[in-house]
């Protein structure tokens, strides 16, 4: 059974930073994609960012690029990918989601109908 839990949300100020937990189970990792989503308030949940998606690729939203970097770490049983977050800005300010997909000879795009498994999600605020 594949799982997906995030961990590492908080407040934060403008121009700070922060770095998000995803951490996959139940899955074979080089088969899989794994995703950021996020949702703002009163706003759609848009994708942040993917590894392994479109080919292969690990892709950004235009609105993260080069404030947001994904990395993961490979334990024996347990995938964690990490979002590294920095010169955050108040619309930054969503929860945070993240998500897994089965990418094996698949075209996965960084939207959310393409990906099945869900966190809960992880709560981020940037202050002003």
């Known amino acids: 059974q594949v799982q997906v839990v995030e961990s590492g949300g908080g407040l934060v100020q403008a121009g700070g930073s922060l770095r998000l937990s995803c951490t996959a189970s139940?899955?074979?990792?080089?088969?899989?994609?794994l995703g950021w989503f996020r949702q703002g308030p009163g706003k759609e949940r848009e994708g942040v960012s993917c590894?392994?998606?479109?080919?292969?690729?690990?892709?950004?939203a235009d609105s993260v690029k080069g404030r947001f970097t994904v990395s993961r770490d490979d334990a024996k049983n347990t995938l964690t990918l990490y979002l590294h977050m920095k010169s955050l800005k108040p619309e930054d300010t969503a929860m945070y989601y993240c998500?897994?997909?089965?990418?094996?000879?698949?075209?996965?795009?960084?939207?959310?109908?393409?990906?099945?498994?869900w966190g809960q999600g992880t709560q981020v605020t940037v202050s002003s």
């Open positions: 998500a897994a997909a089965f990418s094996r000879r698949r075209w996965l795009e960084l939207r959310e109908a393409d990906f099945t498994y």
């Open positions: 139940g899955l074979i990792f080089d088969d899989y994609a």
């Open positions: 590894i392994r998606c479109e080919g292969g690729r690990t892709i950004y």
